[in-house]
């Protein structure tokens, strides 16, 4: 397989008739136009009836968690409200960024503001890093979302699954950016004029968060701790694990995403909070199919793709591989 | 392929369903022609972000929405209005005669 080119190179103001660019098509994973234009509609009912369902489940979880604080039920109801909460923010700020949540580009760009807030990623680099991904995936070098070299160790694992590399690199990010110091992957996919806005966004990120903290302090509130910060934490290692298991241990250098990603069993309550990610190779296939539209995606391809599997078989599968890979292949003959 | 001076004949209004998007090769070179909200209009095809073909993307009214990363072009202009596309999209002249649309790709990029 041959390595896609980096964005900045691929991009053809000549206009050349052959694109250079994204996963190679694959016949049989190829819609006709019609079909694809009747997935790709857009709408506003459809996402503002999920987000206010998602949102009524979030506020009966946290419900649940404030009224368990001081009873032994704290911190199974905390475990429970934090990861639907993470999931949540990470997910819908995951779809916004692709711009086809809702028909209305307002709407849109109000909630992929405020999730990527939650998240703690400023929109542009989101949007940019994302992009590069999506272009490159699994290609080593290439893909801006590649959290940490493959084949990984343990400790890498332990790392990404308890939230340190997440928080640090996060953290990182943005003290960087607001100085506007920038790595040198950022700026191979984030074209130069954007740079200034990333730091202008970045700043507005750090202000908001150092205004909360100061505004908490000032009135000796525990508000945000309780229902943000310390849910949020707690639940990030299960949003996390869901992360993982779309390209951990899958093959890189690929332009087969069959084989690069991996899609997870769908599952009507999970994917309440986790907004249809589960079909993720489906994503990757179309990006612009919006979220809701994904299990007819699913319908149409799923005789060509491999079987989805459960989170807990996934991730078992993730450290499986890396038992194999350490273990076995060293094991005398 | 008929031309007529610097125009050339790219098809039938008529193959163009409305908000859609038909990919036109010319001369080497891929041109986008829509069919959009407040009519016929020429672009490149190919996303001046991550130079995917647009003409594979979804119309909505007046924008063209690129399909591998979803940046937002106004089709009459070629103004990018949403990232990750940032940079302007070159638009072409386009005019229907008898129900057939021409498009002028102009002196630099007619000479293939």
């Known amino acids: 397989m041959s390595r896609p080119l980096p964005l900045e190179m691929a991009t053809t103001p000549e206009n050349t008739a052959a694109s250079p660019v994204g996963p190679m098509p694959i016949p049989e994973l190829t819609l006709d136009r019609k079909s694809l234009k009747e997935l790709m509609r857009r709408s506003n009912a459809l996402p503002l009836r999920r987000l206010a369902l998602c949102l009524i489940a979030l506020g009966f979880l946290g419900y649940l968690y404030v009224s368990a604080i001081g009873s032994r039920w704290f911190l199974p109801a905390l475990i429970l409200f934090g990861s639907t909460l993470s999931l949540t923010v990470y997910s819908l700020s995951h779809e916004c960024s692709h711009g086809t949540v809702f028909r209305n580009r307002w709407l849109n760009e109000t909630v992929f503001w405020v999730t990527s807030l939650l998240f703690g990623q400023e929109v542009l680099y989101r949007r940019y890093s994302h992009a590069a991904h999506h272009t490159h995936t699994m290609f080593v070098g290439y893909d801006a979302q590649l959290p940490f070299p493959q084949p990984a160790r343990l400790k890498t694992y332990l790392l990404w699954y308890t939230g340190i590399i997440y928080h640090t690199q996060f953290l990182r990010i943005l003290f960087l950016h607001s100085l506007g110091r920038f790595s040198g992957t950022t700026r191979t996919f984030t074209p130069a004029e954007e740079l200034p806005r990333m730091v202008r966004n970045t700043r507005l990120f750090v202000l908001i968060y150092a205004g909360a903290a100061a505004v908490s302090w000032y009135f000796s509130s525990g508000i945000l701790f309780w229902i943000w910060l310390l849910p949020k934490l707690v639940g990030d290692p299960v949003m996390l694990a869901y992360a993982g298991s779309q390209h951990f241990e899958k093959e890189e250098n690929t332009t087969d995403l069959r084989r690069s990603t991996r899609s997870l069993r769908p599952n009507r309550l999970i994917d309440l909070f986790y907004w249809n990610m589960s079909f993720h190779i489906e994503h990757h296939l179309y990006p612009t199919v919006p979220f809701f539209a994904l299990p007819k995606l699913n319908a149409r391809l799923r005789d060509h793709l491999p079987e989805p599997v459960g989170i807990l078989s996934a991730t078992g599968g993730i450290f499986h591989e890396w038992w194999v890979r350490t273990f076995r292949q060293h094991a005398p003959e | ?112």
């Open chain 2, 1 to 112: 392929m008929e031309t007529t001076h610097d125009w050339i004949r790219v098809c039938a209004a008529t193959d163009i369903d409305p908000e859609d998007v038909l990919r036109f090769d010319f001369g080497g070179r891929a041109y986008a022609v829509f069919n959009a909200k407040s009519g016929f209009y020429a672009t490149a095809d190919l996303c001046t972000h991550g130079g995917a073909h647009l003409s594979d993307g979804l119309v909505m009214g007046d924008i063209i929405e690129c399909p591998l990363h979803q940046g937002r072009f106004h089709i009459p202009t070629g103004q990018a209005k949403s990232p990750p596309a940032c940079r302007k999209l070159r638009t072409y002249p386009i005019r229907i005669e008898d129900d057939v649309l021409y498009m002028s790709i102009g002196p630099q990029d007619g000479k293939a």
